[in-house]
């Protein structure tokens, strides 16, 4: 396995000096870590100029009322605020509730993190950021999955702890490899990966499916599956194939991949999940366009429809 960034900046040859290698890896990490900087202070930059504005646009439209007016409008701000808020308030406690029960009769699916090792710090930032937005979107399903992080520790737990609420997330953060979360329901394993022959045709809610964690995965070819085999598991592939084909990279990402689970858990159709999912430019020509043309044909069948019930609609006003 490679080094970590600060194992790197350890390394010295010989005379003390730093290695050529562990000097690469620092000035690397240093120019992301500048760009990471530069790029946080643009976006506050951003949102004080916006709110700004917000707030100039607020005083001049109230400026140019009267009294009765001013306080009709405030008014009329502050409930729609109030509306808001209770708003949010009943989908975060719907959200709770989803998430809640999702601990017990929900599908488990786990995120390996035990390859930090083989990623660089951006490619680690990368990957705490699909797990933000799988969270996010497991959050927003009616049946939510019961979400697992295992082998979360070192830069990968540092760089997720810096998430805003991360420690309130109702998600299992285990610091163990799954192997040891789950030693004692070993046989329901299930590791996802390309590399398998065997072909994913349903989800057994028994069973526990692992996504490996892991960024560039081209760089890494066949990592997944042998992790599978020297650890005994189960290992299954994504029905892809039966449904379209693949141009370019075939590697999804993280988020993709548990997207596509979690789709597939509310409508038991793998091809829609797959057509939801998938971006376009990762798909064949010809299968976006078979795509297009079902959808076209879909949208001029539900206007041919609706043209009918308007006909009959008119009809049956004349007649009156």
């Given amino acids: 396995m490679m080094a970590t960034t600060a194992e790197a900046a ?3 040859t010989g005379d003390g000096a730093m290695s ?3 000097q690469k890896k620092l000035l690397k990490q240093e120019k992301y870590q500048a760009k990471k900087a530069q790029k946080k202070a643009l976006v506050k930059e951003q949102k004080k100029k916006e709110g700004e504005r917000k707030r100039k646009e607020w005083e001049e439209k109230v400026a140019g009322l009267s009294e009765e007016e001013r306080e009709k409008l405030i008014g009329s701000r502050r409930g729609a605020k109030k509306e808001r808020v209770e708003k949010q308030l009943e989908e975060r406690e719907n959200k709770f509730k989803r998430l809640t029960e999702a601990k017990t009769k929900g599908q488990n699916i786990v995120v390996d993190l035990e390859f930090s090792d083989l990623m660089t710090p951006s490619e680690i930032n990368s990957l705490v950021q699909q797990i933000m937005y799988c969270y996010a979107m497991n959050g ?6 019961h979400l697992w992080l295992t082998g979360c520790h070192g ?9 805003p609420g991360f420690d309130k997330w109702i998600i299992e953060k285990e610091n163990r490899p799954y192997v040891e979360a789950f030693q004692d329901r070993k046989e329901h394993l299930v590791y996802l990966t390309a590399d398998s022959e065997n072909i994913l045709e349903e989800m057994d809610p028994t069973k526990i499916y692992i996504v490996g964690g892991l960024v560039d995965r081209n760089r890494w070819k066949g990592v997944t599956m042998k992790k599978a085999e020297e650890q005994g598991i189960q ?3 994504l029905p892809i194939g039966n449904y379209l084909k693949m141009s370019g990279s075939k590697v999804l990402t993280v988020n993709q991949v548990i997207e596509i689970l979690l789709k597939f858990l509310e409508t038991r159709d793998w091809k829609a999940s797959f057509f939801k999912v998938i971006p376009q430019r990762k798909r064949c020509e010809a299968d976006s366009e078979k795509q297009k043309v079902d959808s076209d044909r879909e949208d001029n069948e539900e206007n041919a429809d609706q043209l009918k019930k308007k006909k009959k609609r008119v009809e049956s006003c004349s007649n009156g």
């Fill in 10 to 12: 350890r390394t010295t």
């Fill in 235 to 237: 290992t299954a592939k």
């Fill in 155 to 163: 830069e990968m737990e540092i760089q997720l702890q810096r998430l």
């Fill in 20 to 22: 050529k290698r562990a």
């Fill in 140 to 145: 927003r399903c009616s049946s939510p999955g």
